[in-house]
């Protein structure tokens, strides 16, 4: 394997790790405001509505290596990394986490000039 096939291969791992800390986050009786509490304290805002700007993609795109930032998105159900050429499905509790935040339950989160 070469030199930028480990690179590749370091980052997804970390994006992966990432997501399974943010379930593990999720795990209890409001999982939702576990998640929210946990961005808050890592100084994580985000935008509603923007998949490449809400909190869970900032969070993510805190553990890659900058060649593989641009264009990391986080959709319903999945998160895109096309720097990767990579996929991974959102576990439930991030989901719904991403859903209340959307709907603005988490004003705390929100970066200035979001979606009122």
Request: proline share 9%; glycine share 10%.
């Amino acid at each position: 394997m070469s030199g930028d096939d480990l690179r590749v291969e370091e980052a997804k791992s970390r994006l992966a790790a990432a997501l399974d800390t943010l379930e593990q986050v999720g795990q209890g009786p409001y999982p939702e405001d576990a998640i929210s509490d946990y961005l808050w304290a890592k100084g994580i805002r985000g935008l509603r509505g923007d998949p490449m700007r809400c909190p869970v993609a900032n969070y993510l795109r805190r553990y890659l290596p900058p060649e593989f930032r641009e264009g990391l998105a986080v959709g319903c159900t999945y998160v895109l990394c096309p720097q990767l050429e990579f996929v991974l499905t959102l576990p439930d509790v991030v989901r719904e986490f991403i859903e209340c935040f959307d709907a603005g339950f988490f004003p705390a989160l929100e970066e200035e000039g979001g979606t009122p």
